[in-house]
């Protein structure tokens, strides 16, 4: 019963750990993009914890070194992980996570870095997250939720000796949770534009539901200290969506504007993903793809925004053929 009544409390804040009873076929992670002032270094740091159809567990840290396109995958007893229940605060060892710090003491990495000025997707009572109505809908695959759409960072690491300097650095975080990834996916983010305080992000998935399934997408565009949305859910349309290997194109609009989203992709990196609780999925990702935007007002046909947002991080993942359109 208190496991109930965690999740039920929990079903708001996203960014929590909701994990709370779960003894088979389940993961959840949170994704820390972090991105140095000069744009020299990118590390994604990637905490979590797994439990397979046969109720082992795990708690691990991902380390994704966009920069040098290699990738760390560190497994810990899972014993070793905690989580508060009325806040985001986990730890795995000796390392603390949260949506205002991270502090890292994992082979070759140390460190401690600070968040501020953080931008939440916002909430409402029938939409407490980025999901929207379906935060509420039970037994979907996959959830997903973010913590802070662009942020800056203070602070430094120690990687392989080297200490990075991340102070005036910029930083996404983001989490999902669930028993397996999508089948196939597109996901994108960027938050390094010509302009300040702007940041990109979009995805594109097959969603099974009720014995079937269906292509949904969430994208959400901060620019001019407001949010803009393009989701299945809000009655925004899917107009365009291809991939192949040099290039990502997505096109969606709402009932005001038009939304024109090119990606040059990267060579990327392979990182563990969840199927039914376990990590042995593979997936492949680069934070080094170059999004160029456009976004258009309809009524007027008038270009509101034109730039490319650059250390984009970029998945394209399964069959992305049964997403075209």
Not at 12 to 37: A, C, D, I, M
Not at 267 to 282: C, H, K, Y
Request: proline share 4%.
């Amino acid at each position: 019963m208190i496991y109930i009544l965690q999740k039920i409390n929990n079903v708001s804040h996203p960014e929590r750990y909701q994990g709370w009873g779960k003894t088979s076929r389940y993961f959840e992670g949170w994704y820390f993009k972090l991105v140095n002032h000069d744009g020299s270094e990118a590390l994604a740091i990637i905490p979590g914890i797994a439990i397979d159809e046969q109720g082992n567990k795990q708690a691990f840290i991902q380390v994704l070194d966009g920069k040098r396109k290699s990738a760390r995958y560190h497994k810990f007893p899972f014993e070793d992980f905690n989580a508060e229940k009325n806040v985001f605060q986990v730890s795995i060892g000796k390392n603390d996570f949260s949506s205002n710090s991270i502090k890292l003491d994992i082979e070759q990495l140390r460190g401690e870095l600070r968040f501020s000025n953080k931008v939440p997707w916002p909430k409402s009572l029938w939409s407490p997250g980025i999901m929207g109505p379906y935060s509420f809908v039970p037994f979907m695959e996959c959830y997903h939720g973010i913590v802070s759409m662009n942020h800056a960072i203070a602070g430094q690491l120690e990687l392989n000796g080297k200490s990075i300097d991340f102070n005036r650095g910029k930083g996404y975080i983001e989490k999902d949770w669930g028993t397996s990834f999508p089948s196939s996916y597109i996901w994108l983010q960027t938050n390094h534009f010509s302009e300040e305080n702007i940041s990109l992000k979009c995805s594109v998935a097959k969603i099974p539901w009720l014995g079937s399934s269906f292509v949904g997408f969430i994208a959400g565009f901060w620019w001019k200290d407001r949010l803009i949305r393009f989701t299945t859910y809000n009655q925004s349309r899917r107009i365009k969506t291809f991939a192949n290997i040099e290039h990502v194109t997505i096109g969606l609009e709402n009932k005001q504007y038009l939304l024109d989203i090119h990606v040059v992709r990267d060579a990327p990196t392979a990182l563990a993903s969840p199927i039914l609780g376990l990590m042995d999925g593979r997936i492949e990702e680069t934070m080094n793809a170059v999004v160029q935007i456009k976004l258009t007002e309809k009524k007027s046909g008038k270009l509101l925004f034109d730039d490319k947002g650059i250390h984009a991080g970029l998945e394209v993942a399964g069959n992305i053929e049964e997403l075209f359109i």
